[in-house]
């Protein structure tokens, strides 16, 4: 049984451009959330997507989208690159009719140049 | 705004004796709480989780407890192993969230075994 997996494991951008961060759920799941994880930090909500929609939105600027597909993967997308905006890019996947908890993949590193 | 938030930011002990991580929440309406624990280059693992109904609930060598009135959480790791040294973060559903699964983390706490 595949877990959360994510593509690319790492990436790196120069200021400006713009990046795609993808993500399939764990099998069973049908909604995936985002986060976002500073060095030394705890993870911090980006969005939530449910039926293909962005369910719930956390204090990110709109250069912060997102895309779920009727398989339930979905990308995360960035534009105008900041240099705040290297992090690990965690998504999270959970049943919402089959109970917690959401389980994690093992993230993208975006690094900003 | 709301947080979780966490006592302290290391820990180390001794392989074989038992740990103790500790987390306060300010958000009284929190519903579920659950502990995570991350690894070097590796995403959060659930470990254990709990709903506010709950005092204490155990796992494999884990026991999580919760105290409503004081707002604090923790975990118990009994004779822990080398493959315990992780990061272990709390996190908090609130229970105006519920079904919409947004989980607000605290910092963490570096837990080190000393062999």
């Known amino acids: 049984d595949a877990g959360v997996t994510q593509s690319p494991t790492h990436l790196i951008k120069t200021r400006g451009q713009q990046v795609t961060l993808r993500c399939s759920p764990k099998?069973?799941?049908?909604?995936v959330s985002w986060y976002q994880q500073a060095l030394g930090q705890g993870p911090q909500f980006i969005f939530q997507?449910?039926?293909?929609?962005?369910?719930q939105r956390g204090n990110f600027p709109d250069r912060f989208s997102g895309h779920q597909f009727p398989n339930y993967s979905s990308e995360l997308n960035v534009n105008a690159l900041l240099l705040g905006d290297s992090a690990l890019y965690l998504c999270?996947?959970?049943?919402?009719?089959?109970?917690?908890?959401?389980?994690f993949g093992d993230g993208t590193r975006l690094s900003i140049l | 705004g709301e947080s979780v938030g966490l006592h302290l930011p290391t820990l180390s002990v001794q392989e074989g004796d038992n740990s103790i991580i500790n987390c306060a929440y300010s958000?009284?309406?929190?519903?579920?709480f659950i502990w995570y624990k991350q690894e070097s280059g590796k995403g959060p693992q659930f470990i254990i989780d709990?709903?506010?109904?709950?005092d204490k609930r155990q796992g494999q060598r884990v026991t999580v407890l919760l105290n409503k009135t004081v707002k604090h959480l923790s975990l118990q790791i009994a004779a822990t192993q080398p493959g315990d040294s992780a990061v272990y973060f709390c996190?908090?559903?609130?229970?105006?969230?519920?079904?919409?699964?947004?989980?607000?983390f605290g910092t963490g706490t570096r837990l080190t075994i000393i062999p």
């Open positions: 999270a996947s959970s049943s919402l009719t089959g109970g917690r908890p959401q389980h």
């Open positions: 997507y449910y039926e293909e929609e962005e369910r």
């Open positions: 099998s069973g799941h049908d909604t």
């Open positions: 996190a908090e559903i609130p229970i105006s969230n519920f079904g919409n699964e947004k989980l607000t």
């Open positions: 958000n009284s309406a929190s519903d579920y």
């Open positions: 709990i709903r506010s109904n709950m």
